[in-house]
T-cell receptor, first 113, second 118 residues
């Protein structure tokens, strides 16, 4: 079974609308990373969360880690075509502190005009 | 910011040949690099952890004789796919962990290498 579940698997959103992507684990997430990937390209770092209840924002993207550190959400406000891509959450579930990340299943975001 | 370079970005080879993919940290030293494999429309699967000066640690189910990893210096790790077959065709991505971890963005990914085995 997948240790990190992302939902939804795909998302089609009209430009200007808000959206949320979730990342859930049955294990404690000692370091939760959000990345964006264009198909066939590398990963672009978005944000990292470590503390329960932590929330970070960058431009129109906000990421949160719940108090129990088992779920994270990525929220995009007023989506734009540039937000289209694959969003991946990755987490250190071992607590070895070596950044050995397990990745979620990914969410493919499409923005329609 | 930290940059990780992968080369080649694309490679096509004949079945039975070996292919080497390089992962370089351009402006920082990395004692640890990770190699991932990504199938079409799938997530990243960790293959192995590459440690400078020591043997790589492979994940369960990954053949170490098939995927040779060498981390010869603090800025370079190589993945060699030996005797490649069509089922080895995939997108391979590396990431590097800086020796000096002072910022939140401690793990940097390369742009990936797409291997096609004919």
């Amino acid at each position: 079974s997948q240790e990190l579940e992302q939902s939804p698997q795909s998302l089609i959103v009209q430009e200007g609308k808000n959206l949320t992507i979730n990342c859930t684990s049955s294990k404690t997430l000692y370091g939760l990373y959000w990345y964006k990937q264009k198909y066939g390209e590398g990963l672009i770092f978005l944000m990292m969360l470590q503390k329960g209840g932590e929330e970070k924002s960058h431009e129109k993207i906000t990421a949160k880690l719940d108090e129990k550190k088992q779920q994270s959400s990525l929220h995009i406000t007023a989506s734009q075509p540039s937000h289209a891509g694959i969003y991946l959450c990755g987490a250190d579930i071992s607590n070895f502190g070596n950044e050995k990340l397990t990745f979620g299943t990914g969410t493919r975001l499409t923005i329609i005009p | 910011g930290a940059v990780v370079s992968q080369h080649p970005s694309r490679v096509i080879c004949k079945s039975g040949t070996s292919v080497k993919i390089e992962c370089r940290s351009l402006d920082f030293q990395a004692t640890t690099m990770f190699w991932y494999r990504q199938f079409p429309k799938k997530s990243l699967m960790l293959m192995a952890t590459s440690n400078e000066g020591s043997k790589a640690t492979y994940e369960q189910g990954v053949e170490k004789d098939k995927f040779l990893i060498n981390h010869a210096s603090l800025t370079l790790s190589t993945l060699t796919v030996t005797s490649a077959h069509p089922e080895d065709s995939s997108f391979y991505i590396c990431s590097a962990l800086p020796l000096s971890r002072t910022g939140a963005n401690v793990l940097t990914f390369g742009a990936g290498s797409r291997l096609t085995v004919l």
